[in-house]
């Protein structure tokens, strides 16, 4: 199989290739575009995979009351979807480019068991119109950049509803020093992850369409600490009004 590829050197190649560097370019502004093109909804998406219950059916229901901190969503959020739009738009003209019988798509819409997403980077056979690899594209600001249990039930969800065999992680860590690994490349059989898939797909229906407030069930701490829902008794937010105070501690990675 063709798929996956190394990423790190894909995108090193397409850094020094000016040709791909100006194409890149001009899809990476149509991609900012669909990136902060926000819509309101009330049914779960993709995206959702690995969100607590509770405060996925909050969200839903407009209860989020915690305003985002700035520092937070500048750094984190807005500059992890910034950098991983370039990322996809090298990867893309680097691949459409060394191999032209496949085609990429960037923040294609995908649908699987009712639930709607769209993918970061997603792989064709232009002849067959088959899926073959998805990628997701991920920033940490912690010290290195280490696999998360949330990140591969996410990409591995957005494969199995394209119909890819595999799908990959490519986790940057900016901050890493010393011999600390500053990026990552994790690669899944989607046919190996096809059960935690559907388990989570249930899950996350049944909160956002339950008719009462479900318990949370968070399965990382850091949730608890950024969560904007402050009705929860399980809520540790730092800007929650009880708190008073802004958060400080780098607890948030960029989903």
Not at 96 to 123: H, M, N, Q, S
Not at 137 to 162: C, G, I, P
Request: aromatic share 10%; proline share 5%.
């Amino acid at each position: 199989m063709m798929f996956p590829i190394d990423i790190a050197d894909a995108l090193d190649r397409a850094n020094r290739d000016h040709t791909i560097r100006l194409k890149a370019r001009a899809n990476l502004v149509g991609l900012v575009k669909a990136l902060f093109d926000h819509q309101d909804r009330d049914e779960p998406h993709i995206s959702d995979t690995g969100r607590c219950a509770r405060e996925l059916w909050a969200d839903l229901r407009d209860l989020h009351d915690i305003e985002p901190d700035f520092k937070t969503q500048l750094t984190r959020f807005d500059g992890g979807h910034l950098m991983g739009a370039w990322e996809a738009s090298l990867l893309k003209e680097f691949i459409e480019a060394e191999y032209p019988a496949y085609t990429v798509y960037c923040e294609k819409e995908l649908e699987i068991d009712g639930v709607v997403g769209r993918t970061d980077f997603i792989v064709y056979h232009t002849a067959t119109a088959k899926a073959v690899w998805a990628v997701d594209f991920k920033l940490t600001w912690f010290s290195k950049a280490e696999e998360k249990d949330n990140q591969r039930l996410q990409v591995s969800t957005y494969a199995a509803a394209a119909g890819a065999p595999v799908a990959s992680i490519f986790l940057i860590a900016p901050s890493a020093y010393g011999a600390k690994p500053w990026y990552l490349q994790s690669d899944y059989s989607v046919a190996d992850e096809m059960a935690s898939v559907e388990r989570e797909l249930r899950r996350i229906k049944a909160a956002a369409f339950s008719e009462t407030m479900p318990d949370g069930d968070p399965q990382e701490s850091w949730r608890c600490t950024t969560c904007a829902f402050s009705a929860c008794d399980r809520n540790r937010n730092p800007r929650k009004p009880e708190y008073g105070a802004p958060i400080t501690e780098e607890t948030v990675v960029v989903l």
